[in-house]
């Protein structure tokens, strides 16, 4: 790719996005959106959530919510980036002004970027887990590795304060680093290899774990939807991970529709990054679940979920040392290409809003993330005792951002790109050519969309079936 294939930041094509730089192509997009959108939210959460929460019943409506949620959301929100060309809450705020709508729908814009800098603070301790295992792996840490001594293993990583804002601090380094020096080049030449390398190991461990004799459970668990199994709060948390898993009501997807040059269909292109996003979850769980069945293992055992299970495949695997170290970088790197996109917004916001410089931003941002950072760190260790309605730092942070910020921050977005925008604008802005296939679209935006969150906030306020 050439120099200026990603010139987010720069001030290549600066004569039609005003000095913002555009993507080099709709490929170049999807790439960066795909980045965006696969993470540790697939591989990570996806599983252990879905372990949390049942099974097959909830894989079922966090599917559903993609669909009549995650993706008409999507399309929107890379819509008004690109319509605004400004950081989310300057895009909201120059399409409201189009219309002549109130100045309050920028607020939207505002909440989604606090909402993304809040899940980057812990977002990237997580992913500090996965550069911790990257060593471990190659290292044969992990040969003859059982249920016990692997959750002992996991355990004592937990229990270090210090490896943990360590290497917590070396993912935000890394990502604020790339953001400075504008999510270039680098950005782009990575995700070329590492999607389809990730993808290709994914599916090499569904063919581990398919040795293992409890594959099938593992598919009954994914798959048969027993929905005795559901609670109301399990309804809000699989809507909750379609946001995330997409990347939405952060501004990521405004952010990166910005950059985007006209011209280019935003339909399919999100189709495409959904469906992307989605093959990468199921894989992950049919990779990790029939480990978990085959050493015993509970399917609910939270956040190490997939810390457990791997590495016992990893340590009994041949060639598990190379396999474990080459899945565990990709799982950072995956990690990394979305942690910058949660990053993005921020950094233009302060740069397009305060007419600060990149660098300034990136660093008065990165003081404040690696504070937040440090209560997520902490609390699985020496502030675990620390709660707040019975729930730790890390899991209020998740549980304020994941379950109550992002499904209200879509709200108000999905309202205001079906209501407040005009017919017209939306159509011409998002290329959906046919008539009829746009009809139906817009009416799934209208209706459908926001119905479906306020339902599962009823839902889970017992309010509602
Ligand atoms: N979608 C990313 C993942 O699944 C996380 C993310 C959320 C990234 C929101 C950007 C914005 O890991």
């Known amino acids: 790719m050439s120099q200026d294939s990603i010139a987010v930041g720069s001030m290549a094509g600066a004569s039609s996005n005003s000095g913002r730089g555009l993507w080099s192509s709709r490929w170049a997009f999807f790439l960066a959106a795909t980045g965006s959108a696969v993470g ?34 999507l399309m929107t929100e890379v819509m008004i980036g690109r319509r605004g060309r400004a950081n989310p809450e300057g895009a909201m705020a120059a399409l409201a002004k189009q219309v002549g709508a109130g100045r309050h729908w920028r607020l939207f814009g505002s909440m989604a970027i606090l909402t993304g800098f809040l899940i980057l603070s812990f977002y990237a301790v997580i992913a500090g887990w996965a550069l911790a295992y990257t060593p471990a792996a190659i290292m044969g840490s992990f040969a003859g590795l059982n249920g016990e001594s692997s959750g002992a293993l996991f355990g004592a990583l937990l229990g270090d304060p210090w490896k943990l804002v360590g290497f917590g601090t070396v993912v935000l380094l890394l990502t604020l680093g790339i953001v400075a020096l504008g999510v270039r080049e680098g950005l782009e030449r990575s995700l070329r290899f590492m999607m389809p390398g990730l993808f290709v190991l994914l599916l090499g461990l569904v063919g581990y774990a398919a040795t293992t004799g409890h594959f099938l459970e593992a598919v009954h668990f994914l798959f048969d939807a027993d929905f005795s199994k559901l609670s109301g709060q399990s309804v809000l948390v699989a809507l909750g991970h379609a946001f995330f898993t997409l990347s939405l009501a952060t501004g990521a997807m405004m952010a990166y529709g910005s950059y985007l040059p006209a011209g280019t269909s935003i339909a399919k292109t999100a189709i495409m990054v959904a469906l992307a996003d989605t093959a990468v979850a199921l894989l992950a769980g049919l990779a990790i679940f029939p480990l978990v069945f085959a050493n015993g293992l509970e399917p609910g055992a939270g956040p190490g979920l997939i810390f457990v299970t791997l590495p016992i495949a990893f340590g009994q695997m041949p060639f598990g040392q190379l396999v474990g170290g080459l899945f565990f970088i990709m799982l950072a790197i995956a990690a990394l290409t979305s942690a910058i996109s949660l990053l993005e917004p921020t950094v233009a916001w302060l740069g397009e ?43 209020s942070l998740d549980y304020l951002t994941t379950s109550l910020l992002m499904p209200l921050g879509g709200l108000g977005t999905v309202v205001f790109g079906g209501w407040v925008l005009s017919r017209t604008v939306v159509q011409e802005a998002l290329g959906i050519g046919h008539p009829h296939l746009f009809t139906l679209w817009w009416q799934v935006l209208r209706w459908v969309t926001p119905l479906g969150i306020v339902l599962v906030f009823l839902h889970t306020l017992g309010l509602f079936g």
């Open 353 to 395: 809003k305060f007419a600060i410089g990149r660098i300034k931003a990136v660093v008065l941002s990165g003081i404040v993330l690696w504070l937040l950072s440090l209560g997520t760190a902490l609390s699985f260790n020496v502030w675990s005792d620390f709660t707040l309605f019975g729930k730790t730092f890390f899991d």
């Open 40 to 73: 540790l939210g697939n591989i990570w959460k996806f599983p252990y959530i879905t372990g949390e929460n049942g099974g097959g019943a909830f894989v079922l409506v966090y599917l559903a919510c993609i669909l009549v949620i995650g993706i008409p959301l």
